[in-house]
């Protein structure tokens, strides 16, 4: 499955850090930066998730919820969160359902080895639950700033 811009964002109802449940239901009225990556306490997902850091206050006041997505355990992204200090919830995909209906659960290649894991993507999600604008395949280097113009170019 591919969501598209233009699409209803798929709902979810998901356990994440610090013992919360977030659901998309919860957050409506208000814009969603979805960031999914592949692996909590990695060196490329922990840049990622900095730099979302970095700019959170600034994703705040643009009243944008930023919430990142991986397959990791609550404990693990509980880990996650106190190490870097993240002031957004992660949540725990641990069946999967959420990178499945994303379309993020694809087949990866290392070292010609083939495998299946999480493709580094961000769905921006409007107020209205539509998705606005969705980046595959990011690289980590300037992706959260990106972000950010392209929820200032929605306000």
Same mark, same amino acid.
């Given at each position: 499955? $591919?969501?598209?811009p *233009?699409?209803?964002?798929?709902?979810?109802d998901l356990?994440?850090? *610090?013992?919360?449940q977030v659901s998309l239901?919860?957050? +409506?009225?208000?814009? &969603? +930066?979805?960031f999914?990556?592949p692996?909590?306490?990695t060196s *490329?997902? $922990?840049?990622?998730?900095?730099?979302?850091?970095?700019?959170?206050?600034?994703? +705040?006041?643009?009243d944008?919820?930023? #919430?990142?997505?991986?397959? =990791?355990?609550?404990?693990?992204?509980?880990?996650?969160? %106190?190490?870097?200090?993240?002031?957004?919830?992660?949540l725990? =995909?641990?069946e999967?359902?959420?990178?499945d =209906?994303? *379309?993020?659960?694809? %087949?990866k290649?290392?070292?010609?080895?083939?495998?299946?894991g999480?493709?580094?993507?961000?769905f921006?999600?409007?107020p209205?639950g539509?998705?606005?604008q969705?980046?595959?395949? &990011?690289?980590?280097?300037?992706?959260? %700033?990106?972000? #950010?113009k392209? +929820?200032?170019?929605?306000?």
């Open positions: 499955m $591919t969501i598209e *233009g699409q209803t964002a798929p709902a979810f356990p994440a850090s *610090g013992g919360q239901a919860s957050l +409506a009225g208000k814009s &969603v +930066a979805l999914f990556y692996k909590a306490l *490329g997902c $922990t840049k990622e998730a900095e730099a979302f850091r970095d700019l959170h206050d600034e994703f +705040a006041r643009m944008v919820v930023v #919430l990142g997505a991986s397959k =990791d355990p609550v404990k693990k992204q509980d880990q996650f969160v %106190e190490k870097h200090d993240l002031p957004f919830p992660l725990s =995909d641990a999967g359902t959420l990178c =209906d994303y *379309g993020v659960w694809v %087949e290649s290392m070292y010609g080895r083939k495998y299946m999480i493709e580094r993507a961000t921006l999600i409007g209205d539509t998705v606005r969705v980046w595959r395949k &990011v690289k980590v280097t300037g992706h959260a %700033e990106a972000v #950010l392209a +929820a200032q170019d929605l306000a």
